[in-house]
């Protein structure tokens, strides 16, 4: 590549045909393209979703806005699809312990039904048992219960008089109690008559009446017995009148539940703690909506009956796929809810609700990374979850001892399921690192690329991509050339002109963006100019600092000069990077060079102001001046360099051929035309290496030069390997093309030199020496002086310490 020849208008900018895309507007796209040449991540995940063994989750690597999301949810979505329907996840009461809720998987829609059939259960039950309790049957039951008691006391007593009457004692039912007197004819004694009986007839009395003392209280003792007797029997007559109440409605939901084994345990329980409870039911029967039932224990609420459906499948006919985009610790494993009931929080087996693993169990979950990690206590429960294979849900009060209140624990339901996560590459190497975890839980990666090759076949993939989002967002149709335009910005947005963004969010901005001013200007169709329009106002919105800093330039504050030359100074070029927006600008660079010991002063290392690679980068310009021009030589060099006017952190090496350009213009005292902008990373051999930000450096030299006048003699000097990358703004290529501005490529720091002084850089011949007046001798010759004047120094350096020691 001959370097004096600036590039070709073509090679600054590659155009789209719209003829090849295939369709001339978007409205002919049928079929949607979701993913463009990604076959390595598809792959990927392909691996993790069709290896059902734990451990084989997924997590999706890439860069924000890249459309990951949306791709692999399309694939888990097609996967799922062929995939059964999980079952429905239902808790019960344990009516055993009520603090431990029974779980209870149907399948899929039979949850609901279950859920239905018990409501209805319930709503029925308190009929049934008004009714049962008030019939005429269980009235004459317990009445001739009662009755019967009532005789068998009655008579007892009777039968304890007639023997105390034949011992003319009389037993007397008072206020307080039963007691026995002695009796004369039908007349009980009154104290004075006892008293006037003989004494013998006196004793005999009282001795009477002792022994059927004794014998009422071994007959009362035996009462409350009969009455315990009677109660039993009047419970079983209520366990028999719950059992005939509720029996048809148990019978008549079993055999809807023949079929599920679980079911039929649950109904046996139910109508056991129904019979059991029918006492307490009878007394206090509660309605569905009565509140007054919420508590654990104690009071027995019909709605304890009910099926709590935690995850309802009904309707659906593929494997869930759940994104999950609040993955607080409640919202991924389930939460217990607590209601305030007489001054505490209470709560029952109605109050567990699902979490994200619940919903997408038998499926897929995904989750963004990122916010899991920052979620208190979700990444370790997460985690917790995919190793013991199985979800348990509880509060964090609960797990960590800050609650005292009572709570539940449900049964642990088990877990069969993929979790994808999706982050960016740095978190998923920081996990790799640090946590010995996720290796064993995570392990495919899916790696998606930040950009494609802009190749014929992903060209016309990537047109008809642009027509799906299009169609999805609800645009209006794009045309061809519109269409062609959004390629070629891919392409500015992957900073090479040979491949392809994958940034979805950005183009989809675009699309949008350029739709509405095609609905402004009243077009039934986007066109081309309509998204050069959004364009330019995007760059608009973000180009304050840009702009500020082109003004500080064109009003003398930035000192910079796009004409004349200098001996030792030179336009570098820098970039600065405001997320959705990069903007480049000149930035001066400046070298001195005197006598020394062979160092190169890094002025913004020496402040702390240089990053490590910058500082490389210096180093590395400094061995290749030593290699070149001092192989046999001391190099008696002690050189400077800077960033005028920086008063930020320098990092990077892409100025590194800059400062050697100028540090070469100061050793041969050749002046560099202040016309040209210089960027390139160089390494010891003096070749010149690719850097980033190319357009954006170009067109910020080129809007300082447009600024203070294009002179046709102004441009910049670029790495050869950059030429690739070139996507340059409209308004740069038409003045490249009329020749009022120019793009050089170069290949090493000879070329540049040559170009920033006009003077040949001098190629060595057969004996390594080069022709006088080049750049090369210049500097060789500057270098072999400086070593000259340092070795006289040091030679009458020692003379004078000499004749100094032989005159004492």
């Given at each position: ?5 600036p ?6 900018y ?28 598809i792959?990927?995940v392909h691996?993790?979703?069709d ?14 806005g890249?459309?990951?999301?949306a791709?692999v ?8 699809a ?7 996840i239902?808790?019960?009461?344990n009516?055993?312990?009520?603090n ?5 998987l149907?399948?899929a ?20 048992i008004t ?8 009235r004459?039951?317990i009445?001739a219960i ?11 007593l ?9 011992n003319s ?13 002695p ?19 006196q ?9 059927h003392?004794?014998e009422?209280?071994?007959l ?10 009677m ?27 023949a079929?599920l084994a679980n079911?039929?345990?649950f ?6 703690d129904?019979?059991?409870?029918a006492?307490?039911?009878r ?12 508590v654990?224990s ?13 995850v309802?499948?009904?309707g ?14 409640p919202n991924l494993?389930?939460?217990i809810?607590h ?13 567990v609700?699902?979490?994200a ?9 995904m ?8 979620q ?5 429960e997460?985690?917790r979850?995919l ?12 797990m960590?001892?800050l ?7 449900p049964?642990?339901l ?24 996720f ?5 495919v990666?899916?790696?998606?690329e ?6 014929e076949?992903?060209?016309?993939s990537f047109?008809?991509f642009?027509?799906t989002?299009?169609?999805r ?25 040979e491949r ?5 969010r ?10 509405h001013g ?9 066109r ?6 959004a364009?330019?106002?995007?760059i ?9 800093t ?5 009003d ?7 004409s ?26 400046t070298a ?7 160092d ?7 402040t702390?102001l240089?990053?490590?690679i910058?500082?490389?980068?210096v ?23 800077v960033?005028e006017?920086?008063y ?5 090496d892409s ?11 100061a050793?041969?005292?050749?002046p ?5 902008a ?5 390494n ?17 030299f080129f809007?300082?030069?447009q ?13 050869a ?18 020749g009022?501005?120019?793009?050089h490529?170069?290949e ?11 003077v040949?850089?001098?190629?060595p ?22 070593t ?14 000499s004749?100094?020691k032989?005159?004492?």
């Amino acid at each position: 590549m001959d370097s004096n020849r600036p590039l070709p208008p073509e090679q600054l900018y590659r155009r789209c045909d719209p003829a090849s895309l295939g369709f001339a507007s978007t409205a002919e796209v049928g079929e949607p393209v979701e993913i463009i040449d990604q076959a390595r991540a598809i792959d990927a995940v392909h691996l993790g979703i069709d290896i059902k063994r734990p451990g084989f989750n997924l997590f999706v690597l890439g860069e924000p806005g890249s459309g990951r999301h949306a791709a692999v949810h399309r694939l888990l979505e097609e996967k799922a699809a062929t995939e059964p329907v999980p079952a429905d996840i239902c808790y019960v009461n344990n009516f055993a312990e009520p603090n431990h809720p029974r779980l209870l998987l149907l399948p899929a829609g039979r949850g609901s039904r279950l859920r239905q059939d018990m409501q209805q259960f319930v709503s029925e039950l308190a009929n049934a048992i008004t009714a049962a309790f008030e019939s005429d049957e269980f009235r004459t039951h317990i009445e001739a219960i009662q009755k019967e008691f009532k005789t068998r006391e009655e008579g007892a007593l009777q039968a304890l008089g007639q023997g105390a009457a034949e011992n003319s004692i009389a037993l007397m039912h008072t206020p307080a109690g039963f007691v026995f007197a002695p009796i004369k004819g039908d007349e009980t004694m009154s104290q004075e008559e006892f008293q006037a009986l003989p004494a013998d007839e006196q004793e005999r009395l009282t001795r009477l009446m002792e022994q059927h003392s004794e014998e009422l209280h071994k007959l009362l003792a035996q009462f409350p017995r009969w009455r315990r007797e009677m109660q039993a029997r009047v419970k079983e007559v209520s366990r028999n009148t719950m059992r005939l109440a509720v029996g048809h409605m148990i019978e008549e939901l079993k055999e809807r539940y023949a079929d599920l084994a679980n079911v039929l345990d649950f109904l046996d329980a139910v109508q056991d703690d129904v019979v059991d409870s029918a006492e307490e039911l009878r007394e206090t029967p509660k309605t569905e909506g009565d509140m007054s039932g919420v508590v654990v224990s104690g009071s027995l609420p019909l709605f304890r009956y009910q099926v709590n459906l935690l995850v309802d499948r009904n309707g659906t006919r593929a494997a869930p796929v759940v994104f999950e985009d609040n993955p607080t610790f409640p919202n991924l494993v389930g939460r217990i809810d607590h209601i305030a009931h007489m001054g505490t929080l209470v709560t029952n087996f109605t109050m567990v609700m699902a979490g994200a693993l619940h919903k997408a169990n038998g499926g897929y979950l995904m989750l963004d990374v990122e916010k899991v990690l920052t979620q208190p206590f979700a990444w370790e429960e997460l985690k917790r979850a995919l190793k013991s294979g199985q979800i348990r849900i509880e509060s964090i009060g609960q797990m960590y001892g800050l609650m005292s209140t009572a709570s539940l624990e449900p049964q642990p339901l088990p877990i069969d399921l993929k979790v994808v996560l999706v982050g960016q590459r740095l978190v998923y190497y920081l996990l790799k690192q640090y946590d010995p975890e996720f290796d064993e839980l995570f392990r495919v990666a899916a790696d998606f690329e930040d950009d494609v090759a802009r190749s014929e076949g992903n060209t016309q993939s990537f047109g008809r991509f642009v027509a799906t989002l299009a169609q999805r967002e609800k645009l209006r149709p794009f045309s061809a050339g519109a269409v062609a335009r959004v390629i070629e910005y891919a392409a500015r947005l992957a900073n090479d002109a040979e491949r392809l963004s994958s940034d979805t969010r950005r183009i989809r901005d675009l699309l949008v963006e350029a739709d509405h001013g095609a609905d402004q200007a009243g077009s039934a169709e986007v066109r081309a100019g309509d998204v050069d329009l959004a364009l330019t106002a995007q760059i608009h919105r973000a180009d304050r600092l840009r702009d500020e800093t082109l003004r500080q330039i064109r009003d003398g504050l930035q000192l910079i000069d796009v004409s004349g030359s200098h001996v030792g100074q030179v336009n570098g070029l820098a970039v600065v990077d405001l997320g959705d927006f990069r903007f480049g600008h000149p930035v001066r660079i400046t070298a001195t060079a005197r006598i020394g010991e062979g160092d190169v002063i890094d002025i913004e290392r020496e402040t702390e102001l240089g990053g490590a690679i910058h500082s490389k980068g210096v180093m590395i310009l400094a061995s290749f001046l030593g290699s070149r021009y001092s192989r046999t030589l001391p190099l008696a060099l002690s050189a400077s360099l800077v960033f005028e006017q920086s008063y930020g952190p320098v990092e990077g090496d892409s100025a590194s051929l800059a400062e050697l350009c100028a540090l070469m213009s100061a050793l041969a005292v050749l002046p560099i035309k202040q016309s040209l902008a210089i960027t390139g990373s160089v390494n010891q051999y003096g070749r010149v290496q690719a850097i980033g930000g190319v357009n954006e450096k170009i067109e910020g030299f080129f809007d300082v030069c447009q600024a203070r006048g294009l002179t046709g003699e102004q441009g910049v000097l670029i790495p050869a390997s950059n030429v690739r990358h070139l996507m340059l703004r409209d308004d740069v290529v038409a003045a490249c093309a009329a020749g009022r501005f120019h793009v050089h490529a170069v290949e090493d720091v000879d070329g540049a030199m040559a170009l920033l002084t006009g003077v040949p850089a001098g190629e060595p011949n057969a004996d390594g020496e080069v022709p006088e007046g080049t750049v090369n001798y210049l500097v060789a010759t500057q270098l072999a002086e400086l070593t000259a004047l340092r070795q006289a120094y040091a030679a009458a350096g020692r003379h004078a310490g000499s004749k100094r020691k032989r005159e004492k």
